[in-house]
């Protein structure tokens, strides 16, 4: 399985769409651009060690470790580098498809914090154990072949222009354009069949046949707005750190 990694690119991505976000950016954020570009290239290299065109780290938790570690560790911006490796991070697992489960912000605090007091010199002993520490908080998505919780459905369908209207009677309208269809609508956190899901794609023209494939589009900054919502309190907490 082939493993996406962020690029410098992304992460300044990240970093600026951040600039833009008033939750993200108070208490002194800083200069969307790394204040020594140099130490910012090594500090996203760090995904990328290895020798022979073949990785070091070949597991998204230990490509994620080493991502968060350079940039939070890096120092390479102004300000607000632990804020800017958090949402890099998340953007990252993202971006392979997978979730970040059984998490608390609490957790997510004093994993960054545990990072940025320590003092050891052995980086790749505190990215293992890093990678060890998210190991069993990262899951797979699987998209398009199975249940998908409405929640999951809803966000890809929203990110391939859907409108969804509001509940009525248990059912739910969602538009494409000129393709509508309604789909039962329980609760507001339900799992949808696999054959439904696949009835809404193929109603919506968002299937195979149209180009569409399983996968969510995938949109970095729409990625950053969504965890800067998720994590606004966390964000706080981090500006102070």
Same mark, same amino acid.
């Given at each position: 399985?082939?493993?996406?990694?962020l $690029? !410098? =690119?992304?992460?300044l991505?990240?970093? @600026?769409?951040? %600039?833009?976000?008033?939750?993200?950016?108070?208490?002194?954020?800083?200069a969307?651009?790394?204040?020594?570009?140099?130490?910012?290239?090594?500090?996203?290299?760090r995904?990328?060690?290895g020798?022979?065109?073949?990785?070091?780290?070949?597991?998204i938790?230990?490509?994620?470790?080493?991502?968060?570690?350079g940039?939070?560790?890096?120092?390479s911006?102004?300000n607000?580098?632990?804020?800017?490796?958090l949402?890099?991070?998340?953007?990252?697992?993202?971006?392979?498809?997978?979730?970040?489960?059984?998490? $608390? !912000? =609490?957790?997510l605090?004093?994993m960054? @914090?545990?990072? %940025?007091?320590?003092?050891?010199?052995?980086?790749d002993?505190a990215?293992?154990?890093?990678?060890?520490?998210?190991s069993?908080?990262?899951?797979?998505?699987?998209?398009?072949?199975?249940n998908?919780?409405?929640?999951?459905l809803?966000?890809?369908?929203?990110?391939?222009?859907?409108?969804?209207?509001?509940?009525?009677?248990?059912?739910?309208?969602?538009?494409?354009r000129?393709?509508v269809?309604?789909?039962?609508?329980?609760?507001?956190s339900?799992?949808?069949?696999?054959k439904?899901?696949?009835?809404?794609?193929?109603?919506?023209?968002?299937?195979e046949?149209q180009?569409?494939?399983s996968?969510?589009?995938?949109?970095?900054?729409?990625?950053?707005?969504?965890f800067?919502?998720?994590?606004r309190?966390?964000?706080?907490?981090?500006?102070d750190?």
């Amino acid at each position: 399985m082939d493993i996406e990694r962020l $690029t !410098e =690119d992304d992460v300044l991505v990240v970093r @600026r769409r951040m %600039a833009q976000l008033a939750i993200a950016t108070q208490d002194a954020f800083g200069a969307t651009e790394p204040t020594n570009p140099v130490v910012f290239a090594s500090a996203v290299f760090r995904q990328y060690t290895g020798a022979g065109g073949v990785f070091k780290y070949t597991t998204i938790p230990a490509i994620a470790a080493n991502l968060f570690y350079g940039v939070a560790k890096g120092h390479s911006f102004e300000n607000g580098n632990k804020r800017t490796a958090l949402l890099a991070m998340l953007a990252l697992i993202e971006r392979n498809r997978c979730f970040l489960v059984n998490t $608390t !912000e =609490d957790e997510l605090y004093e994993m960054a @914090r545990n990072v %940025a007091a320590d003092e050891r010199r052995d980086a790749d002993l505190a990215t293992q154990e890093l990678a060890i520490w998210l190991s069993p908080r990262i899951r797979r998505k699987v998209l398009g072949d199975t249940n998908m919780a409405y929640r999951d459905l809803k966000e890809v369908l929203e990110k391939a222009g859907c409108q969804f209207e509001s509940p009525s009677q248990n059912y739910v309208k969602i538009k494409n354009r000129n393709w509508v269809v309604k789909t039962g609508y329980p609760r507001a956190s339900f799992d949808v069949p696999v054959k439904e899901v696949k009835r809404i794609r193929r109603a919506l023209r968002l299937n195979e046949a149209q180009g569409v494939d399983s996968a969510a589009l995938y949109d970095l900054e729409s990625t950053v707005d969504k965890f800067v919502n998720e994590y606004r309190d966390l964000m706080r907490r981090l500006a102070d750190l």
